[in-house]
């Protein structure tokens, strides 16, 4: 199993933008489908995106299709999330999550079998 660390996190300004990145441990990167959640104070954690083993497919929540743009690199073991146009609804803990099994892209937390610690990102009006 991948162990994954998050990074990237911090505090912008409504309009502005965020880059962030998970790093994952283990040879077998490239065999997990990963994914993006999201859990803002007194929420359920949600779905954001997900990026497929080769990378070459996504799928994106409503909410953030068309400003977030999630990629891989499977020769550095990466997986990122582009954040644009932020706005104080995005504020929440960003979780980065692996998924090894399905041949799908998975919206739902329980599909995922790794997770990482979480990184804030708080966006201010």
């Known amino acids: 199993q991948v162990q994954l660390v998050e990074s990237g996190g911090g505090l912008v300004q409504a309009g502005g933008s965020l880059r962030l990145s998970c790093a994952a441990s283990?040879?077998?990167?490239?065999?997990?489908?990963m994914g993006w959640f999201r859990q803002a104070p007194g929420k359920e954690r949600e779905f954001v995106a997900a990026?497929?083993?080769?990378?070459?497919?996504?799928n994106y929540a409503y909410s953030v299709e068309g400003r977030f743009t999630i990629s891989r690199d499977n020769a550095k073991n990466r997986v990122y999330l582009q954040m644009n146009s932020l706005n104080p609804e995005d504020t929440a803990v960003y979780y980065c999550?692996?998924?090894?099994?399905?041949?799908?892209?998975?919206?739902?937390?329980?599909?995922?079998?790794?997770w990482g610690q979480g990184t804030q990102v708080t966006v201010s009006s």
């Open positions: 999550a692996g998924d090894p099994r399905s041949s799908g892209l998975q919206v739902t937390s329980d599909s995922y079998d790794a």
């Open positions: 990026v497929s083993r080769s990378g070459y497919i996504t």
């Open positions: 283990g040879r077998t990167f490239s065999s997990y489908n």
